[in-house]
């Protein structure tokens, strides 16, 4: 190291560069070492090498402060001082030191939080308390959002697809619409149900919807004549579970879904078909005959129910062949009505006659 | 003589609170008269919930059933609408049961009194309720506190 015109005493010895400083280290006396903050730097440039002059690099400093750290020359008259290579290394310092004079890694603040920072994968530092909780909540958070997001990816590219088959079925519903004259009603109802057994709602059924559609009445029509046999068998009345089993096992091919089947059950009164759809109070649904009567049905239990002293539900369909889940709607409706009153215990639910 | 329990206590559902508005009416006025006529006839004036659930009021065992808690619980809601019971605490575990109602009492007591000629005197309670000439009364043997509040319906010096 050289000051300028000034021999110094450092002679041989290797230079360190970190990210801060630079550390000078003599080779021979091995505990003289010297550091010079890259801070003080301004500006460097080198100096090639010549006949009998050794490559070199001149530093110029800035102005020394006040609270400079003691070493070899407290306070220099001279404002720059020059690196001598030797032996070779030269570039390859020159190098590194711009690149550490760029980045200037010494002046980003310390980070103020408390622990040390882990190398965590994110480079997220840790904090401990409630922040630390808090964060890890946030991050959590996080990840779920991007896990759901990408797991969605695939059915946003679905509904694009799907939405692009509805404009299709509606163009050409629509065209059907047009040209009404050119094809013939069959084909028309025919697409119309393919349209609806895809689950395509068909513009025209929406616009409709109040009268019903012709699909949903022929339906219904079909409908009334095929269940009036089984519903005399099983006493006027039968689930809609059952209806939905019986009619589709008997189409074979062209299966009905739940949805058409409800729709066109909703039509029998409108459609003076001797069908009803009923609701109970408890959601079930049921098909009965327009002639079956309530209260009959009412008086025949309570007949039962006092003949046989009590009641379960289960005992009651055995009794009247009856599925269980309508017997127990049976004997509910009667007990509501104050004909029966029940007995809840750990051997089950029975019915008795009401004798309060 | 034994007690004489009502019909509707050898009846199973009576143990179930019924779902029905109407039937649960009479089945609570069922309940209502056969707690007090038990304690009446037991002469219990106060009653535990815990305890009561295992006392044959509650716990036919012969047919096998019993009134669940919220079923005594709301047997006894009714009860102190009627004015019948008052909750000793807060937490509803224990309650005072008034099988004639407080009015009720001290009617009673006033008559005896005029019966026997003892207007304008002066009685202690234990006199009242213990003594030898009140022996025969129905108010023998009541508690103290019913009747405290006996006497705040009816005028005594």
Redesign the interface.
């Known amino acids: 190291i050289y000051q300028l015109k000034n021999n110094a005493k450092l002679d041989v010895g290797v230079v360190l560069l970190t990210t801060h400083r630079l550390i000078w280290r003599d080779h021979k006396n091995h505990e003289c070492c010297i550091a010079l903050s890259l801070s003080q730097i301004i500006y460097f440039e080198e100096q090639a090498a010549g006949i009998g002059k050794s490559a070199k690099i001149v530093i110029h400093l800035y102005p020394v402060t006040a609270n400079k750290e003691p070493g070899p020359y407290q306070q220099s008259k001279f404002p720059y001082i020059k690196l001598s290579f030797k032996e070779h290394g030269q570039i390859e310092f020159f190098r590194r030191l711009t690149e550490e004079m760029t980045q200037k890694r010494w002046e980003t603040p310390v980070p103020q939080t408390i622990s040390t920072a882990t190398g965590s994968q994110t480079g997220k530092t840790r904090a401990v308390g409630i922040v630390g909780i808090e964060r890890k909540i946030e991050q959590k958070r996080k990840e779920t959002e991007q896990n759901i997001s990408e797991a969605f990816e695939d059915l946003s590219q679905l509904m694009v697809k799907a939405k692009e088959m509805v404009e299709l079925s509606r163009s050409i519903a629509n065209k059907i619409k047009d040209k009404h004259g050119d094809i013939t009603e069959d084909e028309t109802i025919r697409f119309k149900s393919y349209l609806l057994s895809m689950g395509i709602a068909n513009p025209v059924t929406r616009e409709t919807h109040g009268s019903g559609t012709n699909y949903h009445m022929q339906l219904a029509k079909q409908l009334g004549d095929m269940l009036l046999a089984p519903l005399e068998e099983r006493g006027g009345m039968m689930a809609l579970t059952e209806v939905y089993c019986l009619v589709n096992r008997a189409r074979g091919m062209e299966l009905l879904s739940p949805e058409d089947l409800v729709n066109a059950c909703k039509m029998f009164e409108s459609m003076q078909l001797p069908l009803r759809l009923r609701v109970f109070d408890s959601g079930v649904m049921v098909v009965q005959l327009q002639s079956h009567s309530e209260e009959e049905m009412i008086a025949s239990a309570l007949d039962n129910v006092t003949d046989k002293g ?1 009641l379960t539900s289960e005992e009651f369909a055995k009794l009247l062949g009856l599925s269980v889940l309508l017997s127990k709607e049976r004997l509910l409706l009667a ?2 009505m ?1 004909h029966l ?5 750990v051997e089950g639910l ?1 019915f ?1 006659p ?3 | 003589m034994s007690f004489e329990w009502p ?2 206590y050898n ?3 009576f ?2 609170l ?3 508005v ?2 649960r009416q ?2 609570l006025a ?1 309940w209502c008269s056969l707690a007090l006529a038990y304690c009446r006839h037991h002469k219990l004036y106060t009653l535990d919930v815990m305890e009561s659930q295992e006392s044959p009021v509650f716990n036919n065992k012969k047919i ?2 019993k009134l669940s808690t919220e079923a005594i619980q709301v047997v006894f809601e009714e009860l102190r609408k009627k004015g019948n019971l008052d909750w000793l605490d807060k937490n509803k575990s224990r309650c005072l049961v008034m099988w004639r109602r407080p009015e009720e009492w001290g009617k009673l007591i006033y008559q005896w009194v005029s019966k026997v000629g003892m207007i304008n005197s002066v009685f202690t309670l234990y006199e009242l309720s213990n003594g030898d000439d009140t022996e025969g009364e129905e108010f023998h043997g009541l508690e103290e506190w019913i009747l405290l509040r006996s006497f705040k319906g009816v005028k005594f010096f």
């Open positions: 009590s007990e509501k104050g009153c029940r007995d809840d215990s029975r008795y009401n004798l309060f | 019909w509707q009846f199973p559902p143990f179930t019924q779902p029905n109407d039937t009479k089945q069922a096998e059933r």
